[in-house]
């Protein structure tokens, strides 16, 4: 079993939509979890982190963290086409390790 | 201020041959990483530094794989000789350390081993 799963997709949805990606995970040593975005042919880059479980929001995205479940959540209010990338989740353990990414899931916001 | 820079953007070489990427951090980060990329799949960790030292290369495969970051600074990476299945592409990372997992990514080298 893999440390993060991610449903790879590909999700195609309508401008406007809620977008809801999820992860699980496996290892309880993870502190912090982050969201990554990367575009076709870029390097990804850093959306949100989170380093408990809850909720933390930024504009329209909102990370969630359930420990307890071992689920991790990142939704998209009001997507828009700008939004189309592949979104990397990731757990972490600090100075004890590296980052371990999830597959990625495919997003298409269409217009 | 600068991101993190890679080169080549792509290459494209035979099996057998081979292959070097460089990157150059961002300025001030001590941590540097360099990462596969299958297509599909999620960044994978090839090896990690803190300022020149090799602190986790345990995923490099080290009969065909190096590299060094001379002066603590700019990095590369070899691969020698390339198989087919070396085919990716090798994202480069850097961070201020290693606790906080916020990771800046180059736009990475994409290899094509024909």
């Known amino acids: 079993q893999k440390e993060v799963e991610q449903d790879p997709g590909p999700l195609s949805v309508p401008e406007g939509a809620i977008v809801s990606l999820n992860c699980t995970y496996s290892?309880?040593?993870?502190?912090?979890f982050m969201w990554y975005r990367q575009y076709s042919r870029k390097g990804p880059e850093l959306l949100m982190y989170t380093y408990s479980s809850g909720n933390k929001e930024d504009g329209r995205f909102t990370a969630q963290v359930d420990k307890s479940s071992k689920y991790i959540s990142l939704f998209i209010r009001d997507s828009q086409p700008s939004d189309s990338a592949t979104y990397l989740c990731?757990?972490?353990?600090?100075?004890?390790?590296?980052?371990?990414f999830g597959k990625g899931t495919k997003l298409s916001v269409k217009p | 201020e600068a991101g993190v820079v890679q080169s080549p953007r792509y290459k494209i070489i035979e099996k057998k041959q081979p292959v070097a990427f460089w990157c150059n951090p961002i300025s001030g980060h001590n941590t540097l990483y360099w990462y596969l990329q299958n297509l599909g799949q999620g960044p994978e960790l090839l090896i990690r530094?803190?300022?020149?030292?090799?602190?986790?290369d345990s995923q490099l495969p080290k009969d065909r794989f190096s590299a060094e970051r001379l002066k603590g600074v700019d990095s590369t990476l070899k691969i020698q000789p390339a198989e087919l299945g070396d085919s990716a592409v090798y994202l480069c990372a850097s961070s201020l350390g290693v606790s906080t997992g916020e990771l800046f990514f180059g736009e990475g080298s994409r290899l094509t081993v024909l």
């Open positions: 990731a757990g972490g353990k600090g100075s004890q390790g590296n980052l371990i």
């Open positions: 530094y803190e300022n020149e030292e090799a602190v986790d």
């Open positions: 290892n309880s040593a993870f502190q912090y």
